[in-house]
């Protein structure tokens, strides 16, 4: 279910002839915010942030990326995602997703970089400032570099955005880390990510962090052989001393299933996909995404989205969320 992302871009035969083959443009839809499956006003200070893990393209049968990607696309225009973090984008799949989600969304590095975690976001409602990219590792410019027993290459994108509607700074971060080292995933929280996010915060930054975290809080994870220095969940509990975990912060208003990895089976196995927040953002619903287009799977994971706003005075139980 999970994959080493080096493994998998070695094991990958082009798929460069049918880049944008069957695939179906985003209509936009008309703006209403709060309107399930439709955006957020650009004069709103309401909009919806999604995390999805799409598989990399090594399946076959019915759920090779080929015949998956229109129930991608369904899934994201019937969710009417203002901001996604993608996970799992391998370098043939990357013409593929730039051809169905433009020009509706802009990418955070553009089209002539690539980036396996891409961040998306409409540029009616955000002005892009900034992008870029880190290692998640003991030498963050170094894409090459591989630490703490991680099984392979993991990277963490991010863009600086201006919210249109009230000129707020936002960053957002999205990530995809190990599978495998639990050491891998907690270090690439506490000495990497977490550093960052406070930066961010100490700026006045709005702050998200999405991704497949592969990783729960007091979940088995058979995937993951056990650390003696290390427990399930630690790099989940990390984020969570600086931001929200939106799936706590909303409360009774969630909407689907709570588990979202599932590999392609009727039962949902663990939550790993994550929207975090930083105080600012009051949250108004949660959502699983449990779209099966004609009876198919998009992934074998669901999308997960979160509707927020911003708000300057949030609710003293919003901030105790942590």
């Known amino acids: 279910m999970e994959v080493s992302w080096a493994r998998a871009n070695m094991g990958v ?12 443009a985003i209509a936009r839809p008309a703006s209403a915010a709060g ?10 200070d309401s909009f919806t942030i999604a995390t999805f893990n799409i598989r990399i393209d090594i399946d076959k049968g019915e759920n090779a990326w080929t015949n998956r990607r229109p129930r991608v696309v369904q899934v994201v225009k019937d969710g009417g995602f203002d901001l ?7 370098r043939t799949m990357w013409s593929d997703v730039i051809g169905s989600f433009s020009p509706e969304y802009e990418f955070a590095d553009g089209k002539d970089k690539f980036g396996p975690n891409p961040i998306a976001f409409r540029p009616d409602l955000f002005e892009r400032i900034d992008s870029g990219r880190f290692s998640l590792s003991e030498r963050p410019n170094d894409y090459k570099c591989v630490s703490w027993g991680s099984s392979g290459v993991r990277v963490c994108q991010w863009v600086l ?8 700074l936002m960053r957002v971060f999205n990530m995809h880390p190990d599978w495998k080292s639990r050491a891998a995933r907690t270090e690439g929280m506490r000495q990497l990510v977490v550093p960052k996010v406070r930066k961010a915060k ?7 962090l999405t ?4 990783d729960m809080v007091g979940a088995v994870l058979p995937w993951s052989p056990k650390d003696p220095k290390y427990a399930v969940g630690d790099s989940i509990l990390l984020a969570k001393s600086e931001l929200r975990d939106s799936f706590d912060a909303v409360g009774a208003a969630r909407i689907g299933p709570p588990l979202s990895s599932h590999g392609y089976s009727p039962k949902a196995g663990h939550r790993l996909d994550y929207v975090f927040l930083s105080d600012e953002f009051r ?3 949660y959502r699983t995404h449990d779209d099966r287009p004609g009876g198919k799977f998009p992934s074998d994971h669901d999308a997960v989205s ?10 003293d139980r919003q901030s105790k969320d942590r």
């Open 13 to 24: 035969a082009t798929l460069a002839a049918m880049a944008l083959c069957g695939l179906t």
């Open 35 to 44: 309107a399930e499956g439709q955006h957020a006003n650009p004069q709103s």
């Open 84 to 90: 996604i973090g993608f996970q799992e984008v391998t």
């Open 161 to 168: 955005l201006k919210l249109r509607s009230n000129g707020r």
């Open 202 to 208: 100490a700026s006045g930054e709005l702050v998200v």
């Open 211 to 214: 991704g497949d975290m592969n």
């Open 283 to 285: 949250v108004l619903s």
């Open 306 to 315: 979160v509707k927020v706003a911003i708000a300057s005075d949030v609710p």
